[in-house]
Nanobody
Framework: QVHLVESGGGLVQAGGSLRLSCAAS????????MGWYRQAPGSQRELVAT???????NYADSVKGRFTISRDNAKNTVYLQMNSLKSEDTAVYYC??????????????WGQGTQVTVSS
């Protein structure tokens, strides 16, 4: 099992910044894609951003130019720098990782979620 632990959520005023972190741990695994998703009350979970092991990124249109995803492959950690936050960014943010365990088994893991609240 690959375990994800998130940190960095909190309360911030509109226009402010937050940085989320997510570290993957376990044994005999390789993470290919890491990403962030979010879910606001009454809404479905949606993609925020993803990054591959060679650094290719993908962003939701709603966060382009404001959020930056990055990763440290040596630490199996992904970051989400969120700038110019808006009230509509308020949600629970979930870390996601997809990869291979024991060289043969594909896996997908989710973090427990971290609350981001943007006050207007």
């Amino acid at each position: 099992q690959v375990h994800l632990v998130e940190s960095g959520g909190g309360l911030v005023q509109a226009g402010g910044s937050l940085r989320l972190s997510c570290a993957a741990s376990g044994s005999s695994f390789r993470v290919n894609v890491m990403g962030w998703y979010r879910q606001a009350p009454g809404s479905q979970r949606e993609l925020v951003a993803t990054i591959t092991s060679d650094g290719n990124t993908n962003y939701a249109d709603s966060v382009k130019g404001r959020f930056t995803i990055s990763r440290d492959n040596a630490k199996n950690t992904v970051y989400l720098q969120m700038n110019s936050l808006k009230s509509e960014d308020t949600a629970v943010y979930y870390c996601n990782a997809k990869g291979v365990r024991n060289y043969v088994s594909n896996f997908q893991s989710w973090g427990q979620g971290t609350q981001v609240t943007v006050s207007s």
